[in-house]
């Protein structure tokens, strides 16, 4: 076996096929590995033998992949349940039943990433109840753990073509959602896996120097700590450029960490996913500025694939050195009968639960938009939210030979009981689907070829 001894920054490890000369290792599964994978996964309950049209021709397409992975955002509780929904929460309690831990296996569903703006709506008892519910299926997580070494560690999974590793982080959750590690003699604290994001507004370089004469006129102000790049007013940083829109500069030591734990990921498997659920300019068919620099670090890491989620709706594609990044899949499911809704809630929305329902609530909740949820604008109940895409990644000679995009509708234009479960797209309605996601992804040099309704994402193999 070969032995490398520069290292140049780029962590090199020993394969199969010696260091890999690029500074991530090599993807190493057999001939046909396929990964199916999906945006959030919002239902609170199971669907599997319900009466829904269409869904079980669908589900056929996860059943046939090695890896079946979507964003799990929900808490899965039960009767017996002893905690509490939280004063800080995702912008809505999300709640499901304990019959959906079999109903996801029995879908296909096999791994799932659990940080996000829902992890921690029902606290830590909640957090830890959908973690025993998903272990107890068979379904691998990653994202939420007893502390930051837990909730930010990959998780492994067997198949048939290699072992597989998942690495799930969020950049929107609610603050005390974040997990931390023991310092000194302080413990731990459990919660999901952050990275932290400080958000600037980007405007014009004239009316940043208003900003700032604003700013000097204001009690408190310290000249010593002036920096002539940005003003700071209370908690909002301005700065100047050329485009006015928001900057978002993540974390370097949640970076780091992030980055190591891919790394770590790649070394102990034969495929890595990391993955991130992220509202940030929620209103933009756009990535927000610092996805795309993130993602493509993930990928040089050791990731074979970045799967990103929150915007609930698409964004996207892109590949990078042979290897997809999805900036968002948007929703796999959409489905708002949760029940109970925290008091909150119901204050928010104006709405008294001795006289309105539950269903009530969420109405106005899913008509008005989340309030909570940073940068969401309009309504969501455009239709937008409720048409996605199945990927499905298959790979020959250890590179993405060909992507597949199954369309998927949600019944945007059913009633509350029945409405956000998927089905495939109809000829139209499918068309439609992949035209919009091949223009969104046309930005990154990607073409979508369409065929009998289906995308198709084919490439040339690259040389070794």
Request: proline letters at 5%; charged letters at 25%; aromatic letters at 8%.
């Amino acid at each position: 076996m070969a032995k490398d001894t520069h290292d140049n920054g780029r962590h090199p490890i020993q394969h199969e096929g010696g260091f890999d000369t690029v500074g991530s290792i090599a993807t190493n599964i057999e001939d046909g590995f396929t990964m199916a994978a999906v945006g959030d996964l919002l239902l609170a309950r199971p669907v599997t033998k319900g009466r829904h049209p269409g869904f079980s021709e669908l589900i056929k397409i996860l059943h046939g992949a090695d890896v079946a992975f979507g964003n799990m955002e929900t808490n899965i509780l039960d009767r017996s349940f002893t905690g509490s929904p939280q004063a800080e929460y995702g912008g809505a309690y999300c709640i499901s039943v304990p019959e959906l831990g079999p109903d996801l296996k029995a879908m296909g569903f096999n791994m799932v990433s659990r940080a996000n703006n829902h992890t921690l709506d029902w606290g830590l008892e909640g957090m830890r109840e959908t973690s025993r519910v998903l272990d107890e299926n068979g379904i691998i997580h990653a994202g939420a753990g007893e502390n930051l070494a837990q909730a930010g560690a990959p998780r492994f999974m067997e198949t048939a073509r290699g072992r597989v590793a998942l690495v799930s982080f969020a950049t929107s959750f609610s603050p005390m959602a974040r997990a931390c590690d023991p310092a000194g003699e302080a413990p731990g604290r459990p919660g999901l896996n952050a990275l932290r994001l400080a958000k600037s507004i980007v405007v014009p370089p004239e009316m940043l120097e208003s900003l700032r004469r604003v700013r000097e006129i204001l009690p408190h102000y310290d000249r010593a700590g002036k920096d002539p790049s940005r003003v700071a007013i209370e908690e909002t940083i301005f700065k100047a450029g050329e485009k006015a829109g928001y900057n978002f500069e993540a974390d370097a030591r949640d970076v780091a960490e992030i980055l190591r734990n891919v790394r770590q990921g790649k070394q102990f498997s034969d495929f890595c996913i990391a993955t991130n659920h992220g509202h940030q300019q929620e209103w933009s068919d756009e990535p927000p500025d610092y996805e795309q620099t993130l993602a493509r670090r993930l990928i040089d890491a050791g990731a074979d694939t970045y799967v990103g989620h929150g915007r609930h709706a698409l964004r996207g594609i892109e590949i990078y050195k042979g290897r997809p990044i999805f900036y968002s899949l948007a929703n796999f499911f959409c489905e708002d009968l949760r029940t109970p809704v925290g008091a909150d809630m119901f204050a928010v929305y104006g709405k008294d639960p001795k006289l309105d329902t539950d269903a009530e609530v969420t109405i106005d909740e899913v008509a008005k938009g989340y309030p909570k949820a940073e940068g969401l604008v309009g309504a969501l109940t455009d239709l937008i939210y409720y048409e996605s895409v199945i990927s499905v990644s298959r790979y020959e000679d250890n590179q993405l030979a060909e992507l597949r995009l199954y369309p998927i509708e949600l019944g945007h234009s059913k009633r509350l009981a029945n409405r956000g479960v998927p089905r495939l797209a109809l000829e139209s309605q499918a068309k439609s689907i992949l035209e919009r996601l091949q223009k969104l992804s046309k930005p990154f040099g990607t073409q979508i070829q369409i065929e009998n309704g289906v995308g198709f994402i084919r490439l040339q193999p690259m040389s070794a």
